[in-house]
């Protein structure tokens, strides 16, 4: 499980949380028992002002044993930044659509693997390791449909250039569990599946099912935010990332275990929901307190 609320979920929100809050929130994560968590991003504050000061929430989080703190980065300006702060680990950012990448990051598709070039190289030589995204892996807000072929094709760019594991992307949360299977069947063509990892977001609740479809075609690694926070600022309408809460209890409800403490999760939630006023909260963390209300 890959946890990406720090990063994916607050990029999204209208107001930027403190750097104490943000580091809160990731250490409450932890404590609930999630390893490997996304905690921001080196990308420009102009264009994602939320990510500001993801410098101090990682110089102020260490690097723990067992425990993965990730960043994006979308040039080697920002690889730098996350090496000054200890980073192990950082995640490049493609897509699938070339509208979205001009307008996510300002380049086309072509032009971003050559950006990514040097720092893949550079990660290599200090030892640290590399995750990809593909993001409209299943549609695309500006260019409508994106066919699975176009999927792989970055896939197997990002693979070949190092990136040891690649998120496929639902960004603004339009796929189905059908559509899930083939493009995990286009990409696991190119790529071992033990190489993809899932990224569904939720706007019209097929996140679970797409996760399941998944699950079926043999990718174990998933990406989720709790309390289901989420979005993208490139995405209009784009909602959050499955929540992390959900997640959980589909897997382990399948006997797949995570090391997740449900009830710390939910509390979790809670206070980051608390933090941004934000009336949110998974279905499953309140399935559990209606329960808890009855008994
Ligand atoms: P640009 O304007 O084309 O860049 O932006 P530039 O190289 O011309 O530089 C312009 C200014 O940005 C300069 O500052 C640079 O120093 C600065 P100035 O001289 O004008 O003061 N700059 C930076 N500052 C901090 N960190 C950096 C950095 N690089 C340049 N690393 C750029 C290009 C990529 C920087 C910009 O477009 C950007 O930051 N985009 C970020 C977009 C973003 O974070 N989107 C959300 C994440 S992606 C996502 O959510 C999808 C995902 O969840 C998967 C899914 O759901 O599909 C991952
Ligand atoms: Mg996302």
Redesign the pocket.
């Known amino acids: 499980m890959v946890e990406?609320s720090a990063?994916?979920g607050l990029?999204n929100e209208a107001r930027s949380l403190p750097v104490e809050t943000r580091v809160a929130l990731l250490e409450g994560l932890v404590a609930a028992g999630l390893r490997t968590l996304e905690a921001g991003?080196?990308?420009?504050?102009?264009?994602?002002p939320q990510?500001a000061g993801t410098d101090e929430v990682l110089r102020r989080l260490g690097q723990p044993a067992g425990v993965t703190y990730s960043a994006?980065?979308?040039?080697l300006?920002?690889l730098d930044?996350a090496l000054a702060v200890g980073c192990r680990e950082v995640?490049v950012?493609a897509?699938a659509s070339e509208a979205f990448s001009r307008k996510?990051?300002?380049?086309s598709i072509a032009e971003s693997l050559e950006r990514f070039g040097p720092v893949l190289a550079k990660a290599r030589e200090v030892g640290v390791a590399v995750r990809g995204?593909?993001?409209?892996?299943l549609g695309c807000p500006f260019s409508g449909e994106v066919a699975p072929g176009d999927v792989a094709r970055v896939t197997t760019a990002l693979h070949e250039m190092g990136c040891y594991e690649i998120?496929l992307?639902?960004?603004i949360g339009v796929g189905t569990a059908q559509a899930t299977s083939r493009l995990i069947a286009a990409c696991a063509a190119e790529v071992p599946v033990s190489a993809l990892a899932g990224?569904f977001?939720d706007t019209y609740g097929m996140a679970v099912a797409n996760v399941q479809a998944a699950l079926e075609a043999g990718v174990r690694v998933f990406d989720s935010s709790v309390s289901g926070l989420g979005g993208?600022?490139?995405?209009p309408g784009?909602t959050g990332n499955v929540a992390t809460e959900e997640l959980v209890y589909l897997l382990e409800h399948q006997g797949l275990a995570t090391g997740v403490d449900l009830e710390r999760l939910i509390e979790v939630g809670v206070f980051i929901d608390s933090q941004l006023q934000r009336v949110g909260g998974s279905r499953v963390a309140k399935a559990i307190k209606a329960r808890q209300c009855f008994s």
């Open positions: 990406v990063r994916d990029q991003a080196f990308v420009s504050p102009r264009w994602v990510m994006l980065v979308p040039n300006q920002g930044a995640a950012f897509a996510n990051i300002n380049c995204y593909v993001s409209c892996a998120s992307g639902d960004t990224h977001h993208c600022p490139y995405s784009a």
